[in-house]
């Protein structure tokens, strides 16, 4: 028995069955661009009782082929699985039968189809509002974790090494000041030469130095130093962390019975909290240093006069409520960057995500803290 059926204009296939063995003798060119017919035709031909046990085919009148026959012969094969069907495929082309081997060594993901599908918008904003609220969740989870870990440091049950402490701290701190002192100084010439510009225009150049003093101490001189150390010291946080992930150095705490949590994050964390203070007053001696380069070099102030003006502007409670805020600030980058060295993935790739992610939170965090301040200040008159 013998049957022809032509799926496209420029190939088809001829289907011939002896006892128990289906032949199909493919013929014609099979390439993408001449493809117009539906394959489902030619499987609904085989889909007939009494079913074959085997498959064979026949390749002599085959002219050139593309991706166009292995997709057929891979609905061929998904044909015989679903029926338990044997396959000979030796009388296919040596090229076609190694790339069909080839691309059954590695099986389809299951999920891989899914992921094409096209989700509506609200779909999408619906998923990240869940994945919004499982990261939300699993940081107030580390910090509680944390926050129990500082209460065993207080009463001196926290197991880490002094020496990891001195190592974060000096990476923190005296490792820091140079780019701090870079940015800082920028920041305040930034700020001095936006004001001399509008302030010239009424003679009111001495309070170049109020803006400066009070705009730094209060709120730039914490946030840009807070925005520095994210950078720098947060994503190597969750590199570091990530890294011994990796090479489940963190698994071989947890077995020795060492909580990872006291002997890893504790150190870093105490380190960054006591430096970002420092950090910050420093931050605000340059800034204001550099406001005075834009105030003695291009509005003609007295160095001695700009500095007084400064000390007059700017209160005890600016200064300490911006030390207050970049205190918080540390603590909200080193446990960001914990939290995702913590939750990296068991590739390296996945340490540069780790990385990366820990900026973004970190800087999200910063900036969403200074608005609550911004807020509770004003309510208290501060």
């Given at each position: 028995m013998a049957s022809s059926i032509h799926i496209a204009p420029r190939h088809g296939v001829a289907v011939t069955r002896s006892g128990d063995t289906l032949t199909l003798h493919l013929s014609g060119e099979w390439l993408m661009r001449h493809r117009g017919g539906d394959v489902t035709r030619i499987l609904s031909t085989l889909d007939v009782p009494p079913m074959p046990r085997r498959i064979a085919f026949e390749s002599?009148?085959?002219?050139?082929?593309?991706?166009?026959?292995?997709?057929?012969?891979?609905?061929?094969?998904?044909?015989?699985?679903?029926?338990?069907?044997?396959?000979?495929?030796?009388?296919?082309?040596?090229?076609?039968?190694?790339?069909?081997?080839?691309?059954?060594?590695?099986?389809?993901?299951k999920d891989a189809r899914a992921a094409e599908s096209h989700e509506s918008f609200v779909t999408r904003?619906?998923?990240?509002?869940?994945?919004?609220?499982?990261?939300?969740?699993?940081?107030?989870?580390?910090?509680?974790?944390?926050?129990?870990?500082?209460?065993?440091?207080?009463?001196?049950?926290?197991?880490?090494?002094?020496?990891?402490?001195?190592?974060?701290?000096?990476?923190c701190g005296a490792n820091a000041l140079g780019i701090v002192t870079l940015i800082s100084y920028l920041v305040g010439v930034i700020l001095a030469f936006m004001g001399a510009v509008q302030l010239q225009k009424f003679g009111a150049q001495i309070y170049v130095a109020d803006l400066v003093g009070i705009g730094v101490t209060r709120d730039m001189g914490a946030m840009m130093t807070a925005?520095?150390?994210?950078?720098?010291?947060?994503?190597?946080?969750?590199?570091?962390?990530?890294?011994?992930?990796?090479?489940?150095?963190?698994?071989?705490?947890?077995?020795?019975?060492?909580?990872?949590?006291?002997?890893l994050v504790?150190?870093?964390?105490?380190?960054?909290?006591?430096?970002?203070?420092?950090?910050?007053?420093?931050?605000?001696?340059?800034?204001?240093?550099?406001?005075?380069?834009?105030?003695?070099?291009?509005?003609?102030?007295n160095f001695t006069v700009f500095i007084h003006e400064v000390a007059y502007a700017v209160t005890m409670?600016?200064?300490?409520?911006?030390?207050?805020?970049?205190?918080?600030?540390?603590?909200l980058i080193a446990i960001s960057g914990c939290l995702r060295g913590f939750q990296c993935g068991n590739s390296s790739s996945a340490v540069g995500d780790a990385a990366t992610e820990a900026v973004v939170m970190s800087i999200v965090l910063i900036v969403s803290a200074c608005g609550v301040f911004a807020v509770i200040f004003n309510i208290l008159g501060l």
């Open positions: 002599s009148d085959l002219g050139e082929w593309d991706s166009a026959l292995l997709t057929f012969l891979e609905r061929v094969a998904e044909f015989c699985r679903a029926r338990r069907i044997e396959q000979d495929r030796a009388g296919l082309p040596p090229g076609v039968q190694r790339l069909l081997q080839l691309a059954e060594t590695v099986p389809e993901k904003v619906g998923a990240a509002t869940i994945e919004i609220s499982r990261s939300f969740d699993e940081f107030l989870d580390f910090f509680g974790r944390v926050t129990i870990a500082f209460w065993r440091l207080f009463r001196g049950k926290a197991r880490f090494r002094t020496s990891d402490l001195m190592i974060a701290i000096q990476d925005i520095i150390m994210a950078g720098r010291t947060g994503a190597a946080f969750a590199a570091a962390l990530g890294t011994m992930k990796v090479t489940q150095e963190i698994d071989a705490l947890a077995t020795m019975g060492i909580s990872p949590l006291e002997f504790l150190p870093r964390v105490v380190a960054l909290v006591l430096m970002m203070p420092l950090l910050c007053l420093y931050s605000d001696v340059v800034a204001i240093l550099g406001g005075a380069t834009i105030g003695v070099g291009m509005l003609g102030l409670t600016d200064v300490i409520g911006g030390l207050f805020k970049g205190t918080v600030y540390g603590a």
